[in-house]
């Protein structure tokens, strides 16, 4: 028998917050909950403390935090509306939801931009006090959206927000713009009633951040948040609340992890496993800047972490320190990975291990800061002068990207090679449950610098290779080793220059052989469903929760479709062409126009079929499905060629 | 028992390749003088590592027998300082050129600069792109013919020094490469300082723009064209040495000391330690009007960026110990399934 409970012993509740409502409760299985409001609104906040409440009540969750790329747009305007979605479950979730089964919007600008998400019939909370013709003006709307026929498909809970946390906080003196912060609170406090969620971590967190129990404002937030579950509870518009049992997870212990800080603290396991101090040099990059927000708080496990001038500077940071030794990183979006290009052409040409990350965003150029895309596949392939191939592994999930980073951190010592890492928005701020490893059961990422000269007859040769062609990674200050790299090309062996023509393309080719050799690393590609069929879907990095529940869908409905999710992308696993041979037809959706397509095509020479976005956001579950089920109906592609 | 270190001459710092710079290049004398200096600074060659970009002068690391990246155009800087930063116990020099160091990788030099990197960095400035053949650079003056300027340069130039002062090097220093007593002097003194110590090189190209510096390599007119900067002595220069720089106001202004109307005490006395408008007044100083300071223009010590950097790290260790990683994942908010 399965059953959770809460380990958070360390940290003492303030005070019982076990509320029972004295309402009916339904039980439902999961629901999708929306919530919007301006950029400084806290809605991410807000959002933050539903998922981690909700997953320790033991629910599967899935988010999609989606903001702004402006700090403080305009309050009030739609160019301004900052918002959070989960799904949380008492059944395995592996996406934040397509339709919404509820929405709380703070403003007209929020409500108008995100209402046709909600489902008929679905719960609407709205702050009605911020619904006045100023409000509306500023949404550019000449009516009240609230007074709208179409409000009949909802059901619509109107909240006088704005002025009963302003009554609720009264007694403590704040100033008015204080006490109107507090509202997310109480919008917060309504949303906990109506799912039965425990308000002790986010009491916990209001004592945390605001300061402990004396704190006015911590005071006046706690008794917002009391205020709008005590509103659920009395208002007649509300019948019945809902219950979400736990999910059935794996045993072990759980925490609830975000993209960027799994990612980030998967760069201190590598480090540990492989007995090396961690060099971290980077620039700010929306969306990876968390990543060093993350480490730089973790100066006492042996990271280093250094913000460059620039990009190129970031990453050619990393290549000294990788030069001497360390664990060297660079993490960047695609514009940061542009600038990086050269130097990452001169890590390879260097033979020194290291990680480049790139979690995508929307481009090209600037493009979208905060909304994600999957379209750097093809520049982190490719992008570079010269044949210069390297490998690239690509996260699948918020949680995956702890493991991701070691295992190109494996890939990269044993190859000596940089390794690319792929994320991208929707996984970096998008968090999940995560299983908490035993540190003691990993095993160590062997890593060895010579100490003896390599050559009887002469000097060192640093680039002599093992069976994986391999050069020794030998680290200034070891006596009888010296040896100097370079970018120009150099004879195989002894490094020196050369510009010997049969040796240059004996370098190309052993530099290829090597990425191609990370595939003897690597296991074989695996499918989620039949062995073979009508159609195989091959999805890749941060899609794959969604391409996992449409192909279960579809599964469940009967048809004859399998999924290939790729992670390593560069090789390609050594069977996958074969895989892709049993399969009728194959679909390859991507938030990009094709890119994993071009490589599938080029290599397998299958002509294969795309299913592509590029609008900032995530596929839903609904339009795969729809994609996929079309496909599996369709003739093969080879009857279609036959035609 | 103890064992005797072996004493290192020239020789051992030089690698097993052909140096391949133009007959005459001024590189040789630098790179003749850096292996004689190298042995008298008494760091091993394991412990120490040639840096470059991309230039002529960035072929430098081949051809000293230590550890060397020749990197990338403009970024030895950056490099240079990820592996001082994971790396603090090896003597780091970077090499550069007025192309690499002040063109292409300006951001990273000023960067490096204001840092104070523990490490050395050799600008060799020819006033010319050498290895792209002919092309002016950053410090090419007003009117330079060169291939990309027929009609000359309409750039005002970047002044090193003062690019340097602007950004608050710790050890500034300029020498001429032709100068060896001079030259090798002033790279020990790069050596010896903690911090980053810049040292400015006036070096021919004999190919591309020969005799750019000849006024100050002619031994016949240099003690006219230049002046040697000595700490704690008063500034003062000519073949007779009959001529000195006063200061007055907010100007330099150069005095006679012929008929004694001026006297010694009343010429500026040069000080290492001088406030940076002193320093950035001295690198202004211009041919013809004055002759060009040669030698250590500011030799200041403040905290290295790496005795920062890693003060914090440990002053958080001693505070909460080393991390251990197994207690950060189980800290928080965290939930058992049975």
């Known amino acids: ?643 | 028992m103890s064992t005797a270190l072996p004493v290192l001459k020239a020789d051992d710092f030089a690698s097993d390749q052909d140096v391949r710079w133009c007959p005459g290049c001024g590189d040789y004398s630098i790179l003749a003088q850096m292996k004689k200096v190298l042995p008298e600074i008494g760091v091993p060659p394991e412990q120490t590592v040639f840096i470059s970009g991309i230039g002529c002068s960035s072929r430098f690391p081949y051809y000293v027998n230590t550890y060397g990246v020749h990197s990338i155009h403009g970024r030895a800087p950056a490099v240079a300082t990820g592996l001082k930063l994971a790396r603090p116990d090896l003597s780091v020099w970077v090499i550069t050129g007025d192309g690499d160091a002040l063109s292409i990788g300006g951001n990273h030099f000023i960067h490096l600069l204001r840092r104070n990197v523990d490490l050395n960095i050799i600008l060799f400035n020819n006033r010319i792109y050498g290895l792209t053949k002919g092309q002016y650079s950053p410090t090419s003056v007003e009117g330079q013919i060169t291939k990309s300027t027929p009609m000359g340069v309409v750039d005002h130039p970047l002044n090193p020094i003062s690019v340097a002062v602007g950004a608050e090097a710790t050890f500034i220093a300029r020498s001429v490469d032709s100068n060896v007593k001079h030259l090798a002097y002033t790279l020990k003194r790069a050596a010896a300082h903690k911090g980053t110590s810049f040292v400015e090189v006036y070096q021919n190209c004999n190919v591309f723009n020969d005799g750019a510096w000849s006024y100050a390599q002619d031994k016949a007119t240099r003690d006219d064209t230049t002046i040697e900067l000595e700490h704690g002595k008063p500034m003062i220069f000519g073949k007779d040495r009959d001529k000195g720089i006063r200061l007055n106001g907010l100007n330099l202004e150069v005095v006679d000391l012929k008929d004694g109307k001026v006297k010694e005490d009343d010429l500026l006395f040069h000080d290492e330690q001088a406030n940076s408008t002193l320093v950035y007044m001295l690198s202004r100083m211009r041919r013809p009007e004055f002759p060009e300071p040669i030698g250590v223009f500011r030799d200041v010590r403040t905290e290295t960026f790496e005795e920062a950097v890693h003060g914090q790290i440990e002053q958080v260790v001693a505070k909460k110990g080393r991390g251990d990683l197994q207690k950060l994942f189980n800290s928080g908010d965290t939930w058992r399934v049975n």
């Open chain 1, 1 to 643: 028998m399965r059953r959770t409970e809460c380990a958070t012993t360390n940290l003492r509740p303030l005070m019982t917050t076990e509320a029972i409502s004295s309402k009916p409760v339904h039980s439902v299985s999961g629901v999708t909950v929306r919530l919007v409001g301006d950029s400084g609104d806290g809605m991410q906040l807000l959002g933050t403390q539903l998922t981690n409440t909700s997953a320790l009540s033991g629910n599967d969750v899935a988010t999609f935090p989606d903001f702004p790329a402006e700090i403080r747009a305009p309050r009030g305007t739609r160019a301004g509306v900052s918002g959070f979605q989960v799904q949380f479950a008492s059944h395995e979730v592996h996406t934040p939801g397509d339709s919404l089964d509820a929405l709380v919007a703070m403003n007209p600008a929020a409500l108008v931009t995100n209402l046709a998400d909600l489902i008929k019939g679905g719960l609407l909370i709205v702050n009605e006090d911020s619904f006045e013709d100023k409000d509306l003006k500023l949404a550019k709307l000449k009516t009240n959206p609230l007074e709208e026929p179409a409000m009949e498909n909802y059901r619509l809970i109107k909240v006088p927000m704005t002025r009963l946390t302003k009554e609720a906080v009264a007694e403590f003196g704040l100033s008015v713009k204080e006490a109107d912060r507090c509202k997310n609170f109480f919008a917060m406090g309504l949303v906990y009633w109506l799912y039965g969620r425990n308000m002790d971590a986010t009491l916990r967190f209001i004592h945390g951040k605001f300061g402990d129990g004396k704190s006015v404002i911590a005071q006046a937030n706690e008794k917002a948040l009391r205020a709008g579950w005590a509103f659920g509870e009395t208002i007649e518009g509300i019948g019945h609340s809902y219950r979400i049992e736990p999910a059935k997870l794996a045993p072990g212990t759980y925490r609830n992890i975000m993209g960027n800080q799994a990612l980030a603290w998967g760069l201190l396991a590598a480090a540990q496993r492989s007995g090396k101090d961690m060099f971290y040099g980077t620039y700010p990059i929306t969306p990876a800047s968390d990543i060093l927000h993350e480490l730089a708080k973790f100066k006492n496990f042996g990271v280093c972490t250094f913000q460059a001038e620039d990009e190129i500077a970031a990453v050619c940071s990393a290549i000294g320190a990788a030069y001497g030794g360390q664990m060297a990183v660079t993490t960047s979006s695609g514009p940061g990975i542009a600038l990086k290009a050269e130097a990452m052409g001169l890590a390879l040409m260097l033979e020194l291990p290291m990680l480049i990350i790139d979690v995508q965003r929307g481009g090209p150029s600037t493009g979208l800061p905060t909304k994600t895309e999957q379209a750097d596949l093809l520049q982190v392939m490719f992008g570079r002068n010269g044949e210069a191939p390297l490998p690239v592994l690509a996260a699948r999930s918020p949680a995956d990207c702890f493991e991701i980073v070691q295992e190109a951190w494996m890939i990269a010592t044993q190859l000596m090679l940089p390794v690319i890492v792929l994320s991208d928005g929707y996984i970096a701020n998008g968090a999940e449950p995560w299983a908490i490893p035993d540190m003691s059961k990993l095993s160590p990422i062997k890593v060895e610098h010579p100490s003896e000269n390599n050559n009887p007859d002469g000097p060192f040769k640093p680039y002599a290779r093992n069976e994986l062609l391999a050069r020794p990674w030998a680290i200034p200050g070891t006596p009888g080793l010296m040896h100097r790299v370079g970018g120009l090309e150099k004879e195989d062996g002894t490094g020196n220059i050369s510009y010997d023509p049969d040796n240059h393309q004996k370098m190309v080719n052993i530099r290829a052989q090597k990425v191609a050799n990370a595939a003897k690393l690597l296991p074989p590609q695996q499918v989620i469903g039949p062995q073979s069929g009508d159609l195989l879907v091959i999805s890749w990095g941060g899609t794959y929760g969604t391409c996992l529940t449409a192909v279960q869908q579809a599964q469940a409905e009967g048809h004859s479709v399998a999924l290939a999710h790729i992670r390593y992308m560069n090789p390609f696993p050594s069977n996958l062409g074969e895989v892709i041979s049993r399969y009728k037809n194959v679909l390859i959706p991507e938030l990009n126009m094709g890119q994993l397509r071009m490589l599938i095509r080029n290599r397998y020479l299958v002509d294969a079929i795309g299913f592509n976005k590029v609008k900032g956001k995530p596929f839903t579950v609904r339009e795969l499905h729809e994609k996929i089920v079309e496909h599996c109906k369709s003739p093969s592609r080879q009857e279609a060629h036959a035609k």
